[in-house]
């Protein structure tokens, strides 16, 4: 069974930091393409980065140079650091396998990330 549990999220200021974490059970990261995307309000959810095999990141352009995703094979787990974040970061963020998300399946309930002075 697919679990998927996000957490890290909260209040930061433009130009500060966060990381977000990822604990996954019933998917192989090792092996799947992992993924984060988040859902602004009163918008759909998009897609912010994937991470595969290689463990080489890939993002949108929105937050190129500022978002890195990363992967702990050993313990399940995918991060996303969030660096420099902006007022448009806001929104909540969510973990998936590329392969469920794109089948709209297995959502976790995501974690709050408000960018606000």
């Known amino acids: 069974q697919v679990q998927l549990e996000e957490s890290g999220g909260g209040l930061v200021e433009p130009g500060g930091s966060l990381r977000l974490s990822c604990a996954v059970s019933?998917?192989?990261?090792?092996?799947?393409?992992m993924t984060w995307y988040r859902q602004a309000p009163g918008k759909q959810r998009e897609l912010v980065a994937h991470i595969g095999n290689s463990g080489s990141g890939n993002y949108v352009d929105a937050v190129k140079g500022r978002f890195t995703i990363s992967k702990d094979n050993a313990k399940n787990m995918v991060f996303l650091q969030l660096n420099s974040v902006k007022p448009e970061d806001t929104g909540v963020y969510f973990c998936n396998a590329l392969r469920l998300a794109i089948r709209g399946k297995n959502w976790g309930q995501g974690t709050q990330v408000t960018v606000s002075s």
């Open positions: 019933g998917i192989d990261i090792s092996t799947d393409v």
